[in-house]
């Protein structure tokens, strides 16, 4: 199984070109992806709202460009401009793998006066891998505020403690087509964004802290396989105007029940399509 993240900065690259088509092409360049984990697709944010950007709709872009594959996207902003239309900014997951279940969770959005800020969320899909079930978790945190940032890595860790008691004590049995049809349950899980701190930060190990109901616990899949080296900087490398040094803050937690299939994770440093740089986590 191979699963990339990117924060594709609305297909925003460092030669100021947008091409939601050069994102897959270098995905797939990448890997024989199964899974492709994006942040900050948008639909509707023509210049100035986002620079660069014709105003396209990404998310139908992206299900388009990859058939066979099932388009799962998450609507973190979605709003209606001075304009009088509708502008929409989140996440997708898009998998060519059986998708047995979405769920869409609004993450905590505390009052923080002094910065601005954005709705965040967390895309749970989970897939039907040839490991077993697993939960693929795509996110985005919030950059400014870290009383926002705070509050949602407890509640991502919530939510994964939630899903790791489901899998333990639910026992539907309802089969037939029903809002009650019984899905499998999965504690493992892949937790994968960009989550705006870096390896240093408190939160970071908060991340990796067992559930509080028990379950496996989420272990940084770089940390697990090069013990004692820095993670790739996964940002900045391209774009000193925006981001003057590099630096890391995209990531892949992986289950550690899911330990012994974790393979490989690289992250590609050559592509300057984004202002981040695609993660490639392979399992088997």
């Known amino acids: 199984?191979?699963?990339?993240?990117?924060?594709?900065?609305?297909?925003?690259?460092?030669?100021?070109?947008?091409?939601?088509?050069?994102?897959?092409?270098?995905?797939?360049?990448?890997?024989?992806?199964?899974?492709?984990?994006?942040?900050?697709v948008a639909a509707g944010f023509p210049d100035p709202g986002?620079?660069?950007?014709?105003?396209?709709?990404?998310?139908?872009?992206?299900?388009?460009?990859?058939?066979?594959?099932?388009?799962?996207?998450?609507?973190s902003v979605d709003v209606i401009g001075a304009d009088g239309k509708r502008h929409v900014f989140g996440n997708m997951v898009l998998s060519r793998l059986p998708v047995l279940r979405v769920l869409r969770h609004q993450l905590p959005w505390p009052v923080d006066p002094a910065v601005i800020s954005m709705p965040r969320t967390l895309l749970e899909v989970t897939i039907d891998s040839p490991l077993g079930p697993v939960r693929v978790m795509n996110t985005h945190l919030e950059y400014y505020s870290l009383i926002q940032r705070t509050a949602q890595v407890d509640a991502v860790r919530k939510l994964h403690a939630e899903a790791c008691a489901r899998a333990s004590g639910e026992r539907s049995k309802e089969l037939n087509p029903t809002?009650?049809?019984?899905?499998?349950?999965?504690?493992?899980?892949?937790?994968?964004?960009?989550?705006?701190?870096?390896?240093?930060?408190?939160?970071?190990?908060?991340?990796?802290?067992?559930?509080?109901?028990?379950?496996?616990?989420?272990?940084?899949?770089?940390?697990?396989?090069?013990?004692?080296?820095?993670?790739p900087h996964s940002v900045g490398l391209y774009d000193?105007?925006?981001?003057?040094?590099?630096?890391?803050?995209?990531?892949?937690?992986?289950?550690?029940?899911?330990?012994?299939?974790?393979?490989?994770l690289h992250v590609d440093q050559d592509c300057n399509y984004s202002d981040h740089q695609p993660l490639l986590l392979e399992l088997g």
């Open 240 to 264: 000193p105007g925006q981001w003057p040094e590099p630096f890391t803050c995209d990531f892949m937690f992986v289950t550690e029940d899911w330990l012994p299939h974790v393979k490989r």
């Open 50 to 75: 986002l620079r660069a950007n014709s105003g396209d709709n990404q998310f139908e872009a992206f299900a388009r460009l990859l058939p066979g594959f099932t388009a799962v996207p998450v609507a």
């Open 1 to 40: 199984m191979k699963l990339i993240s990117w924060n594709i900065q609305w297909s925003l690259g460092a030669d100021g070109k947008v091409d939601p088509r050069r994102i897959v092409k270098a995905a797939r360049a990448l890997a024989d992806f199964d899974v492709l984990c994006l942040q900050e």
């Open 179 to 231: 809002p009650f049809l019984a899905v499998p349950q999965s504690a493992a899980a892949i937790l994968t964004g960009d989550f705006n701190l870096r390896p240093e930060d408190p939160l970071h190990e908060r991340i990796q802290q067992p559930p509080d109901s028990g379950g496996p616990r989420l272990v940084d899949a770089w940390q697990h396989l090069h013990p004692g080296q820095p993670h």
